[in-house]
């Protein structure tokens, strides 16, 4: 039986790495399920997630077919892991305080598997203070950080702050799941 990833999408420019994240999963055998932030359809579309994914986009907790099912408990519960590729500072800020205002922050709150980020921002929004102190707690309730690393951004700075190559993530989740 094939492993199943459920992956959280959310706003940021680094998105466009989630399609080759997606296809890096799918070549090795992997079930990809996609949850998309309104943010994130900004940067990648649902037509391509679902194409490279083979899957059913996730989007809306109000959407009332997956909701009469209790969608937002059902993925959380049918992954072997949850990735979130790329973390915003928002989805951060959200973990690290239990906010469910969506459907990625509620599947987060109702998920029962382990939870892996790969964060993805500009260098002196992971350096604020209140986003390292979201991830200290994160880091407290056993969130697994994959990144970010430092190199050009798309801003124009340099710095940490870029989400990890796509190959390394899913070299970080495969050894993890290897060792579940």
Same mark, same amino acid.
């Given at each position: ?5 459920? &992956? ?6 680094? $998105? ?9 999963? *799918? ?5 990809? !399920? ?12 649902? &037509? ?25 408990? !059902? ?37 029962? *598997? ?18 390292? !102190?979201?991830?200290?707690? &994160? ?13 050009? &951004? $798309? ?6 702050? !870029? ?8 070299? $970080?989740?495969?050894?993890?799941? *290897?060792?579940?």
């Amino acid at each position: 039986m094939s492993k199943r990833i459920l &992956l959280i999408i959310t706003g940021s420019i680094a $998105a466009y790495k989630s399609l080759e994240l997606i296809r890096t999963f *799918k070549k090795s055998g992997y079930d990809v !399920r996609c949850i998309l932030t309104q943010g994130a359809k900004k940067f990648v579309t649902p &037509l391509s997630v679902a194409s490279i994914s083979e899957n059913k986009i996730y989007d809306d907790v109000f959407d009332l077919k997956d909701e009469t099912e209790m969608g937002h408990i !059902r993925l959380s519960r049918e992954a072997d892991v949850v990735l979130i590729a790329p973390a915003s500072a928002d989805i951060i800020g959200k973990m690290a305080n239990g906010i469910a205002d969506d459907l990625a922050s509620t599947v987060l709150l109702a998920t029962d *598997k382990d939870v892996m980020i790969a964060p993805a921002m500009n260098i002196m929004m992971w350096n604020n203070k209140a986003v390292q !102190r979201n991830v200290n707690l &994160l880091l407290e309730d056993g969130v697994k950080f994959i990144g970010p690393d430092s190199g050009d &951004l $798309a801003c124009g700075e340099e710095g940490e702050g !870029r989400m990890s190559e796509p190959k390394y993530i899913f070299n $970080a989740v495969e050894e993890f799941l *290897k060792d579940a």
